[in-house]
T-cell receptor, first 115, second 111 residues
Framework: KAGVTQTPRYLIKTRGQQVTLSCSPI?????VSWYQQTPGQGLQFLFE???????NKGNFPGRFSGRQFSNSRSEMNVSTLELGDSALYLC??????????????FGQGTRLTVV | DQQVKQNSPSLSVQEGRISILNCDYT??????FLWYKKYPAEGPTFLIS?????DKNEDGRFTVFLNKSAKHLSLHIVPSQPGDSAVYFC??????????FGAGTRLTVKP
């Protein structure tokens, strides 16, 4: 059974550009969440999608957006990149509507570097 | 806002001894807690979880303790092994679909 797949693995962008990251969840998983990991801040919740609907959103500016497709694949977009957006972006999928009673399975992440 | 806090960024223990990783939370609505382990260049992997109706859950060498009144949970690893060296994240869930993480604690187990 394939795991959570995130593409690309590494990305270098310049300030002001925009970027789109992709996440393919485990087959059958309908919930996809996105996290930003930076040293010292740990994993910070960006947003969560279920059945193409954003159900929760963390405390990130509007430059961060996402969507989920009918096949549960999800993308996140960051516009007008800033140096502070450099981080590891992790996607997690889970089987049920909620996370209780099941753990979230993480992808390997996309390492974004903004120069 | 950091609703889940891991105040120790790092911990070093000797092989065979006990490792205790701590986590505090502020939101009393959290009702499910998890620990994840993360190796470099990999995504976090699930380790152990505990529901708020319990105060202890054990799985092999790993035990998670929950003190709801103190809003505190801890992960005990006994005995610690060099392969346990990783970053450990504490996570808390509320509303059945919103998971928040702590900043992580880097555990180093020395042979």
């Amino acid at each position: 059974k394939a795991g959570v797949t995130q593409t690309p693995r590494y990305l270098i962008k310049t300030r002001g550009q925009q970027v789109t990251l992709s996440c393919s969840p485990i087959s059958g998983h309908r919930s996809v969440s996105w996290y930003q990991q930076t040293p010292g801040q740990g994993l910070q919740f960006l947003f969560e999608y279920f059945s193409e609907t954003q159900r929760n959103k963390g405390n990130f500016p509007g430059r961060f957006s996402g969507r989920q497709f009918s096949n549960s694949r999800s993308e996140m977009n960051v516009s007008t990149l800033e140096l502070g957006d450099s981080a590891l972006y992790l996607c997690a999928s889970s089987l049920y509507k909620g996370l209780v009673d099941t753990e979230a399975f993480f992808g390997q992440g996309t390492r974004l570097t903004v120069v | 806002d950091q609703q889940v806090k891991q105040n120790s960024p790092s911990l070093s223990v000797q092989e065979g001894r006990i490792s205790i990783l701590n986590c505090d939370y502020t939101n009393s609505m959290f009702d499910y807690f998890l620990w994840y382990k993360k190796y470099p260049a990999e995504g976090p992997t699930f380790l152990i979880s505990i529901s708020s109706i319990k105060d202890k859950n054990e799985d092999g060498r790993f035990t998670v303790f929950l003190n709801k009144s103190a809003k505190h949970l801890s992960l005990h690893i006994v005995p610690s092994q060099p392969g346990d060296s990783a970053v450990y994240f504490c996570a808390a869930v509320y509303n059945n679909n919103d998971m928040r993480f702590g900043a992580g604690t880097r555990l180093t187990v020395k042979p």
